[in-house]
């Protein structure tokens, strides 16, 4: 496909995150392809993956583009995912849709800043599609400046000036879809379709929705403190 038509395929409609980190018990690249297989099977648009052996997976069950990341820890940094050059060529490599970088305002490992990092990759893969996971609207901001194909609200909550968001943000999604003119990605705290009705329904290009629907561990918590 090309760029136009994965941003016209995933236009309007749902992207599940199928994801299970090695702590969890669904960790398994089989396991995320059936997860994507059912998310396909029940109208997503789209699937999220983390990992080149999952999107693998994921790509020989399912047809549906898919927003790769390659989550991966560094001492020198609280930016995890897809954060280096590393990352990107290994998802570059495997012919991902969408290619999703932390976007905040944080310094990368090395102590490299977005701007010199994403100038560097763009270089590098001037055609590929990029989605920016930013915290708020000074880094959305920053990322369409920068060439971000996409601007998703991935990270309102979890950085250290964010802390304290209420999810979905909501008030995030606006201001981008009126001030921005990049199409935007509602990700984050959609936990029931009412959420996603009200997300789509401020404009945003498309939502990712993930532990509400492939994390049956968080899930069951979620019950299980209601009771408590």
Not at 39 to 57: H, K, P
Not at 129 to 156: H, N, P, R, V, Y
Not at 183 to 202: S, T
């Amino acid at each position: 496909m090309t760029n136009k038509e994965i941003l016209d395929q995933i236009k309007g409609g749902l992207i599940v995150s199928c994801q299970a980190l090695e702590t969890e018990p669904l960790h398994d690249s089989y396991i995320m392809s059936k997860m994507a297989w059912a998310a396909y099977l029940g109208g997503a648009v789209g699937i999220r993956a983390n990992t080149v052996e999952d999107i693998n997976a994921i790509r020989e069950r399912v047809s549906l583009p898919v927003i790769g990341i390659i989550k991966q820890e560094y001492d020198d940094s609280e930016v995890y995912i897809t954060p280096t050059m590393k990352e990107v060529d290994a998802l570059a490599q495997i012919g991902c849709d969408i290619i999703a970088i932390d976007a905040t305002k944080r310094l990368r490992p090395g102590g490299v800043s977005l701007e010199d990092f994403f100038t560097e990759v763009r270089n590098k893969y001037p055609n590929q599609l990029f989605m920016a996971d930013t915290s708020c609207f000074e880094e959305g901001k920053k990322a369409q400046e920068l060439g971000f194909d996409l601007i998703g609200t991935t990270m309102a909550g979890y950085t250290p000036y964010t802390k304290g968001t209420v999810i979905p943000d909501y008030t995030l999604m606006e201001r981008y879809v009126k001030e921005l003119d990049t199409p935007v990605i509602a990700e984050g705290g959609i936990w029931v379709p009412e959420q996603l009705k009200k997300a789509i329904d401020l404009g945003v290009h498309a939502a990712v929705v993930g532990t509400a629907i492939t994390r049956p561990m968080d899930i069951t918590k979620r019950f299980v403190n209601a009771i408590k």
